[in-house]
């Protein structure tokens, strides 16, 4: 658990006295408005076309399909390129997706299949554009202040949320969608506008990108083998899932059990949005009181009740007292585990974890409003309720499976190789597999003890790159350890030797340090197949080369 001095840093708000942040932070608020409109708008106006509780919940999951789909793509697109241009196309595309749809409707042709393709395309954008957002906040503030900062973020939200709602209803009631649509299209062009005046340095890698299903793997396997990432991932999608009834079924909720209209679902989510700009406000102070773990068991079994809560109320008031703990529930438990990543993932996969987080969240909401729907259709909405609710509480024992440890702040700063391998037989980036194998003469009395760190050692290895780690002893000479795993190119093994943290490297040290020879650690690279790497004539053309992979004895 961090220490109140360095959590409070300033306060909630601390993030905003740098300039580059409270810029882009102040125009989120406008694209989260124009985001909002469009929910209550393509939501609203699904009950006009369709009677079916499942098609309306369907505009919720529409939303955050491509939150789903795109995003884990877009956080590796923004791993490999310029984070300031990727966020710039995703805003972009969204703009212009959401000014057709005002278009379509304008001129009467929506249907509920076209406005929920027209959701998932604004959406898709968005997602392009979340991750390049979120893995930049590191660059615009601060170590201490990031806490606050990704606090800062939701809280950008929620305010819209606590408002844009019921603004949306009531332009709803008075123009009609197609202005909602519209105004949508308009309020992205703020957010665009400020990251295109950010002067962001840009230091490009000495190597060129990874493909794109090679980077995603890289990012998936990274967060596999993270247990803190692994962890907070799986407890989202968990709540997510469990949790999704209230904005899914809210213009539901304010039809049938409050007998309301457009602007009594406005209300609902803002209530919501109430909630969790009250709860974002607070993450600095409850991570610094309380473990993450506790804090988190606690918002479930307080969501979870007022959701059951919601089921049973006919009355406006106490709804909205609900829908006010929902949204505190939901946002603090989202902050506090969006922190854990942000504070365990170095820099070169930071948008991929990020958006594996983005992708669990939204995938556990979407897919629980698709489910939630189906039940409401079946039983009815207060039952939907009632059950999510009792699920929601239950997602607490999930700690006692799967619990958030709390663990020093590890050095997450990259870690400059000063030697470079020499490789006398012709590679390029292609050339491989690679076998690296790394020779320990260790004190038999140790083993025990450096078997226990390079157990440790072998997490390092896999999360940033290596593939079939082993661990061997000989026995005939029992001092003598050889780890070993693969690379499956050259290129790839030169960036694996980019991704060591501090952290890493003290690992590194811990298992060095057992190693008993004068000459260190002796490490081998071997060309698996080295056949393939020969060409039929020495003198034909070899496409694959790439002058960048190829290193020379003594460079």
Same mark, same amino acid.
Request: net charge positive.
């Given at each position: 658990?961090?220490?109140?001095?360095?959590?409070?840093?300033?306060?909630?708000?601390?993030?905003?006295?740098?300039?580059?942040?409270r810029?882009?932070?102040?125009?989120?608020?406008?694209?989260?408005?124009g985001?909002?409109?469009?929910?209550?708008?393509?939501?609203?106006?699904?009950?006009?076309?369709?009677?079916?509780?499942?098609?309306?919940?369907?505009?919720?999951?529409?939303?955050?399909?491509?939150?789903?789909?795109?995003?884990?793509?877009?956080?590796?697109?923004?791993?490999?390129?310029?984070?300031?241009?990727?966020?710039?196309?995703?805003?972009?595309?969204?703009?212009?997706?959401?000014?057709?749809?005002?278009?379509?409707?304008?001129?009467?042709?929506?249907?509920?299949?076209?406005?929920?393709?027209?959701?998932?395309?604004?959406?898709?954008?968005?997602?392009?554009?979340?991750?390049?957002?979120?893995?930049?906040i590191?660059?615009?503030?601060?170590?201490?202040?990031?806490?606050?900062?990704?606090?800062?973020?939701?809280?950008?939200?929620?305010?819209?949320?606590?408002?844009?709602?019921?603004?949306?209803?009531?332009?709803?009631?008075?123009?009609?969608?197609?202005?909602?649509?519209?105004m949508?299209?308009l309020?992205?062009?703020p957010?665009?506008?400020?990251?295109?005046?950010?002067?962001?340095r840009?230091?490009?890698?000495?190597?060129?990108?990874e493909?794109?299903?090679?980077?995603?793997?890289?990012?998936?396997?990274?967060?596999?083998?993270?247990?803190?990432?692994?962890?907070?991932?799986?407890?989202?999608?968990?709540?997510?899932?469990?949790?999704?009834?209230?904005?899914?079924?809210?213009?539901?909720?304010?039809?049938?059990?409050?007998?309301?209209?457009?602007?009594?679902?406005?209300?609902?989510?803002?209530?919501?949005?109430?909630?969790?700009?009250?709860?974002?406000?607070?993450?600095?102070?409850?991570?610094?009181?309380?473990?993450?773990?506790?804090?988190?068991?606690?918002?479930?079994?307080?969501?979870?009740?007022?959701?059951?809560?919601?089921?049973?109320?006919?009355?406006?008031?106490?709804t909205?007292?609900?829908?006010?703990?929902?949204g505190?529930?939901?946002?603090?438990?989202?902050?506090?585990?969006?922190?854990?990543?942000?504070?365990?993932?170095?820099?070169?996969?930071?948008?991929?974890?990020l958006?594996?987080?983005?992708?669990?969240?939204?995938?556990?909401?979407?897919?629980?409003?698709?489910?939630?729907?189906?039940?409401?259709?079946?039983?009815?909405?207060?039952?939907?309720?009632?059950?999510?609710?009792?699920?929601?509480?239950a997602?607490?024992?999930?700690?006692?499976?799967?619990?958030?440890?709390?663990?020093?702040?590890?050095?997450?700063?990259?870690? *400059?190789?000063?030697?470079?391998?020499?490789?006398?037989?012709?590679?390029?980036?292609?050339?491989?597999?690679?076998?690296?194998?790394?020779?320990?003469?260790?004190?038999?009395?140790?083993?025990?003890?450096?078997?226990?760190?390079?157990?440790?050692?072998?997490?390092?290895?896999?999360?940033?790159?290596?593939?079939?780690?082993?661990?061997?002893?000989?026995?005939?000479?029992?001092?003598?350890?050889? *780890?070993?795993y693969?690379?499956?190119?050259?290129?790839?093994?030169?960036?694996?030797?980019?991704?060591y943290?501090?952290?890493?490297?003290?690992?590194?040290?811990?298992?060095?340090?057992?190693?008993?020879?004068?000459?260190?650690?002796?490490?081998?690279r071997?060309?698996?197949?080295?056949?393939?790497?020969?060409?039929?004539?020495?003198?034909?053309?070899?496409?694959?080369?790439?002058?960048?992979?190829?290193?020379?004895p003594?460079?």
């Amino acid at each position: 658990m961090a220490t109140a001095q360095e959590e409070e840093a300033g306060g909630a708000f601390a993030p905003l006295r740098e300039r580059t942040f409270r810029n882009i932070w102040t125009a989120s608020l406008f694209s989260n408005f124009g985001q909002l409109f469009l929910g209550v708008g393509a939501q609203w106006e699904m009950t006009r076309l369709s009677n079916s509780p499942s098609m309306v919940a369907l505009v919720q999951t529409a939303m955050m399909i491509p939150l789903m789909l795109v995003t884990l793509p877009a956080g590796a697109i923004a791993d490999m390129f310029d984070r300031r241009r990727i966020a710039m196309t995703g805003l972009t595309f969204s703009a212009v997706s959401a000014a057709i749809l005002a278009a379509v409707t304008f001129l009467g042709l929506t249907t509920p299949w076209l406005l929920l393709a027209f959701c998932v395309l604004t959406g898709a954008g968005v997602a392009l554009f979340s991750p390049s957002w979120q893995a930049s906040i590191p660059e615009q503030v601060s170590r201490t202040h990031l806490p606050a900062a990704v606090a800062l973020g939701t809280i950008s939200y929620n305010v819209a949320r606590s408002f844009g709602p019921a603004l949306g209803g009531v332009i709803v009631v008075i123009y009609g969608v197609k202005v909602v649509f519209g105004m949508t299209s308009l309020l992205y062009l703020p957010l665009l506008t400020a990251f295109f005046f950010w002067r962001r340095r840009h230091v490009p890698s000495r190597l060129p990108p990874e493909r794109i299903d090679r980077a995603i793997l890289t990012g998936a396997r990274y967060a596999l083998h993270a247990p803190a990432v692994r962890t907070a991932l799986l407890r989202v999608l968990g709540f997510g899932l469990s949790t999704a009834t209230a904005s899914a079924l809210a213009p539901l909720i304010a039809k049938d059990l409050l007998q309301g209209n457009a602007a009594t679902f406005g209300i609902l989510l803002g209530a919501q949005g109430v909630g969790a700009v009250g709860g974002a406000l607070f993450v600095s102070q409850i991570r610094a009181m309380v473990s993450t773990e506790w804090a988190i068991r606690l918002f479930a079994i307080a969501s979870g009740v007022a959701l059951v809560a919601i089921g049973f109320s006919h009355s406006l008031v106490l709804t909205c007292l609900a829908f006010l703990v929902v949204g505190a529930g939901n946002i603090l438990t989202v902050a506090m585990l969006n922190v854990t990543v942000q504070l365990s993932a170095p820099r070169w996969v930071t948008a991929r974890a990020l958006s594996l987080f983005s992708s669990a969240i939204t995938a556990g909401i979407g897919i629980g409003a698709w489910g939630w729907g189906v039940v409401a259709a079946r039983h009815d909405v207060a039952f939907a309720l009632v059950a999510s609710g009792l699920a929601v509480a239950a997602t607490a024992l999930l700690g006692m499976v799967l619990p958030i440890r709390e663990e020093p702040e590890a050095d997450m700063d990259s870690v *400059e190789i000063g030697h470079e391998p020499s490789a006398t037989l012709p590679l390029t980036l292609r050339s491989g597999p690679l076998v690296v194998e790394v020779e320990y003469d260790v004190d038999p009395e140790l083993a025990r003890e450096f078997y226990e760190v390079m157990m440790t050692m072998q997490r390092v290895r896999k999360r940033i790159g290596g593939f079939d780690w082993t661990i061997a002893r000989d026995i005939e000479n029992p001092a003598l350890w050889t *780890e070993r795993y693969h690379c499956p190119t050259w290129g790839d093994y030169l960036r694996m030797r980019g991704r060591y943290t501090q952290a890493d490297y003290a690992i590194q040290a811990q298992a060095d340090g057992f190693n008993r020879s004068n000459n260190g650690r002796r490490v081998r690279r071997r060309l698996e197949r080295p056949f393939g790497s020969v060409r039929w004539k020495a003198e034909s053309y070899d496409p694959r080369q790439e002058t960048i992979g190829y290193i020379t004895p003594g460079t």
